[in-house]
């Protein structure tokens, strides 16, 4: 549980993240669930009770593109399909108003994921992706669209096996539609949709826990502007404290220490090698080209200069990433990233948004060295590292930052004044067996965390 400091905002923020995973969001939560089981039962996942694979593969062999069904699935009366483009204005703000309207909130209704135009833009849109994966329902008599799911094209390896996959996430039905059971018929005809790419594995997350999670891991928050918290009533001052008291212990430095700098483009292949060879410490890692490396961390900077969109802030800007750079060799050492989600604060007079920023993904060469680990010194350098990003978020007046128990977070966590969540995340792979994966306990000898590097968004 979150200690008291932490207070209802957390708890909120990683239930609204939590609650919508593969069945649409809100539904009646008996019903929903035994649909999920029933509907899970079906698909080429391993199912719960299930022992451990002797060696990790695909569930279903890929099949050629003919022997994949060509038409769509059959929808309830009064409703069709359509294909999103994202890249258009005004279907990206279809989507974003949908999905702010009728996405995640947490159970008292008091927040709400508020997805900008600039972010689904920037997570929909990666290099080779297909618009045809962006799927929406809509009603054909108006075509206002009412519910939506996506996918994306993403590069795993899995321990030792490497394989081209999709990311599904986003899935999104109007409340007053819940009832018409659209999650399953949504996520087949995504994997229709997929399969007709040649690809047969996904990776997906969801709050609940359906067949089967390979992995969990557990939010952590750090409050950063703490005035605020507690004038909306999301953080409240505990028992034998003060706010005074607080505000004093949460207080971050004015700048950096490790004279960190905005990434550049001068500086994607340098970061695209020290993400790969960090990367390879974890068990489940994203494989990333140059301009993956480019998408992911540099296209969603915004435009302008830093406080053009407010302090700490360019115009429309959903990433920060920045850089240490070697001095003698002008190599990238080090490197952070975080993105932006705020959530719309549904009744309160006094705020509208809740500014929370999400640690993203990270490397340092220190990981290299001789006894690095062993002796503490990446412990350290990861502290001072991610103890930057907290600085850069608060300068540009993110109220919470959070993070996950997963790459090398939960050795650096506490020490970082983060509090742990009550709630947890659970990974999930479509069409392909492992072992589970170390997430926020450790597996056999693999430590915490460890077993995870996969950020999703």
């Not at 539609?177 to 399953?184: D, I, V």
């Amino acid at each position: 549980m979150p200690d008291e400091t932490e207070g209802s905002v957390t708890r909120s923020l990683e239930k609204m993240k939590l609650a919508d995973g593969a069945q649409g969001g809100g539904q009646e939560k008996k019903t929903a669930t035994a649909d999920a089981h029933k509907f899970w039962g079906t698909q080429p996942v391993p199912q719960l009770g299930d022992e451990p694979p002797l060696e990790d593969g695909y569930i279903e062999p890929s099949k050629p593109r003919e022997e994949v069904r060509q038409d769509a699935y059959p929808l309830p009366k009064d409703f069709e399909w359509t294909t999103v483009d994202i890249m258009d204005p005004t279907q990206n703000k279809e989507v974003h108003d949908l999905l702010s309207l009728h996405y995640v909130e947490d159970a008292n209704a008091s927040l709400r994921f508020k997805y900008s135009e600039e972010f689904l833009r920037w997570a929909l849109t990666p290099p080779g992706y297909f618009k045809e994966w962006h799927v929406g329902v809509r009603v054909s008599a108006n075509k206002k669209l009412v519910a939506f799911i996506a996918g994306v094209p993403i590069t795993l390896r899995v321990r030792g096996k490497e394989f081209a996959a999709s990311e599904v996430n986003y899935i999104c039905i109007h409340k007053k539609l819940r009832s018409k059971r659209l999650a399953p018929v949504l996520i087949k005809e995504v994997t229709r949709q997929i399969n007709l790419q040649g690809i047969f594995q996904a990776i997906y997350t969801a709050g609940a826990v359906i067949p089967t999670p390979i992995s969990v891991c557990r939010y952590y928050h750090r409050s950063l502007n703490v005035p605020k918290l507690l004038a909306v009533g999301f953080t409240f001052v505990p028992r034998n404290s003060t706010a005074a008291r607080m505000i004093r212990m949460n207080k971050l430095p004015d700048t950096p220490t490790l004279g960190v700098r905005p990434m550049e483009e001068k500086d994607v292949a340098s970061v695209a090698d020290l993400f790969a060879r960090y990367m390879k410490r974890f068990d489940l890692a994203p494989l990333m080209t140059l301009e993956d490396v480019r998408h992911h961390f540099l296209s969603a900077q915004g435009t302008g200069t830093i406080g053009d969109g407010g302090p700490g802030r360019r115009v429309g800007q959903v990433t920060w990433t920045y850089v240490v750079e070697n001095p003698a060799t002008h190599k990238i050492s080090d490197f952070f990233s975080y993105y932006y989600l705020p959530s719309t604060i549904l009744h309160s007079a006094a705020h509208d948004m809740v500014e929370a920023g999400y640690l993203y993904y990270y490397a340092t060469d220190v990981a290299f060295e001789d006894g690095a680990e062993a002796d503490g010194r990446l412990k350290n350098r990861l502290k001072t590292l991610i103890g930057d990003a907290l600085v850069i978020a608060n300068q540009a007046k993110m109220d919470v930052f959070n993070a996950l128990t997963l790459m090398d977070n939960v050795s650096i966590l506490n020490d970082l004044k983060f509090g742990p969540g009550d709630a947890n995340l659970n990974f999930y792979l479509y069409n392909w067996r492992t072992a589970k994966l170390a997430g926020m306990s450790d597996e056999g000898d693999v430590k915490a965390g460890m077993g995870v590097g996969v950020v999703m968004l």
